[in-house]
């Protein structure tokens, strides 16, 4: 159960980082304005429920190996729910209005969101060693 936790727990902190730093990246370097946000607007929701599932599956498994690691993954999995359902479709709304302020405050709530699960899950890989 504790090598199944740690994969879990490695593949949301790669998953995560990659998504973050590579994909999302290379859509917006590789295509045109237009075809790279709706690619990223299309693939988030996706994203979401992987972080969802990944995290919430690692917080089961961990509960009784290392309480302090499930709590921190519950609050992964917790965290994503209003991301993905209230912040992500505001950040839309606010993109499609215009409202770049408005988008800019969102979308950097969504990245410093983004960054505390990747460093939550950095921290629950440390503590395997």
């Given at each position: 159960?504790?090598?199944?936790?740690?994969?879990?727990?490695?593949?949301l902190?790669?998953?995560?980082?990659?998504y973050?730093?590579?994909?999302?990246?290379?859509?917006?370097?590789?295509?045109?304005?237009?075809?790279?946000?709706?690619?990223?607007?299309?693939?988030?929701?996706?994203?979401?429920?992987?972080?969802?599932?990944?995290?919430?599956?690692?917080?089961?498994?961990?509960?009784?190996?290392?309480p302090?690691?499930?709590?921190?993954?519950?609050?992964?999995?917790?965290?994503?729910?209003p991301t993905?359902?209230?912040l992500?479709?505001?950040?839309?709304?606010?993109?499609?209005?215009?409202?770049?302020?408005?988008?800019?405050?969102?979308?950097?709530?969504?990245?410093?969101?983004?960054?505390?699960?990747?460093?939550?899950?950095?921290?629950?890989?440390?503590?395997?060693?």
């Amino acid at each position: 159960m504790e090598f199944v936790a740690l994969l879990l727990s490695s593949l949301l902190f790669g998953g995560m980082t990659l998504y973050s730093f590579g994909f999302a990246a290379f859509v917006f370097s590789a295509l045109p304005p237009d075809l790279s946000g709706n690619t990223i607007r299309q693939a988030f929701p996706h994203f979401y429920i992987f972080v969802l599932a990944t995290s919430a599956i690692s917080a089961t498994l961990l509960y009784f190996l290392d309480p302090v690691a499930a709590a921190v993954m519950v609050i992964i999995s917790v965290t994503t729910i209003p991301t993905r359902q209230i912040l992500m479709p505001a950040i839309n709304k606010a993109s499609d209005s215009g409202a770049r302020r408005r988008f800019k405050i969102l979308h950097s709530l969504s990245v410093l969101i983004t960054l505390s699960q990747i460093i939550g899950s950095g921290y629950v890989l440390t503590r395997f060693v």
